[in-house]
């Protein structure tokens, strides 16, 4: 099989990109998926999604991690996912789309995707850090000196330690200002640090309001990718029009023989 595929990248958390519409792509066969985002044998990526046809919305994304299994919602994926729905004329500047979680409004203009988050009203603070839910479960720590900070030891300790086989992603963040702060991702189903994750800087914003840390109703995320930013609202404990806002970009397409 002659596979046609688009890869993009948002704050450099890549994505192979496939147009599903007529379902061609063997959507169960795991080992597939997990070759082709391997870095050394296939395209390489840190997840797949393919783009289809759904009946209640624009269009449906479906998301792998890189390790083959189906996941639940990506941010930077999503983001990659309106781009990619907009070049192939599936949408305009601004969309409604069906992911894991459910339905997203989205826009873009000038390679910045705006993505709608779910809102967020359960966020467990825990001595030493919080975690809560944008999508995909986060775990968020405060350290010092994060960048040179060893998040794959860390990560990978507390993603099977603390919360088991299902896991939990896991995020190290620093104060860098009022409404700024940075962030490393160790992320499940890649099982390694990327260089930005979506769901983990909206959870990190999150957290970080949430525990006084910052009174900003935007706020700017530093990844090892990028800068992405975060918009929301707090209204009688809830977290509701959770924006993610950043690049979107498409780097290559190509084939390769499955």
Same mark, same amino acid.
Not at 120 to 126: L, M, P, R
Not at 167 to 170: A, L
């Given at each position: 099989m002659t596979l046609s595929f688009y890869k993009y990248q948002g704050t450099g958390n890549d994505f192979v990109l496939i147009?599903?519409?007529?379902?061609? !792509?063997?959507?169960?066969?795991?080992?597939? @998926?997990? &070759?082709?985002?391997?870095?050394?044998?296939? /395209?390489? $990526?840190d997840g797949l999604i393919l783009l289809e046809n759904d009946e209640l919305s624009d269009f449906k994304m479906v998301y792998y991690n $890189?390790?083959?299994?189906?996941?639940?919602?990506c941010g930077n994926g999503g983001r990659c996912t309106v781009a990619f729905a907009n070049f192939l004329g599936v949408i305009d500047k601004d969309t409604v789309f069906n992911a894991a979680d459910?339905?997203?409004?989205?826009?873009?203009?000038?390679? /910045?995707?705006?993505l709608q988050m *779910?809102? @967020? &009203?359960? /966020?467990?603070?825990?001595?030493?850090? =919080?975690?809560?839910?944008?999508?995909?479960?986060?775990?968020? +720590?405060?350290v010092k000196g994060v960048q040179d900070f060893g998040v794959y030891k860390e990560g990978k300790k507390l993603r099977y330690g603390l919360y088991g086989q299902t896991?939990?992603?896991?995020n190290f =963040?620093? =104060?860098?200002?009022?409404?700024? !702060? $940075?962030?490393r991702t160790y992320e499940r189903g890649v099982e390694d640090e990327t260089l930005s994750c979506g769901t983990g800087v909206t959870a990190v914003a999150i957290a970080m309001h949430n525990s006084g840390k910052t009174s900003a109703n935007r706020i700017k995320v530093n990844t090892q990718g990028g800068e992405l930013h975060v918009?929301?609202?707090?209204?009688?404990? @809830?977290?509701? *029009?959770?924006?993610?806002?950043?690049? $979107?970009? +498409?780097v290559f397409k190509g084939e390769i023989e499955c």
């Open positions: 147009d599903n519409r007529q379902l061609q !792509f063997p959507k169960n066969n795991t080992k597939l @998926v997990a &070759s082709l985002c391997d870095r050394k044998f296939g /395209i390489g $990526a $890189a390790d083959g299994r189906e996941g639940s919602l459910g339905k997203h409004h989205a826009t873009i203009a000038d390679g /910045i995707v705006s *779910q809102d @967020v &009203s359960e /966020i467990k603070e825990k001595p030493g850090y =919080v975690f809560l839910d944008t999508g995909s479960p986060h775990h968020v +720590q405060m896991g939990s992603n896991v =963040v620093e =104060v860098l200002d009022d409404d700024t !702060f $940075a962030v918009e929301l609202t707090k209204k009688d404990g @809830v977290y509701s *029009q959770i924006h993610l806002i950043g690049p $979107a970009k +498409q």
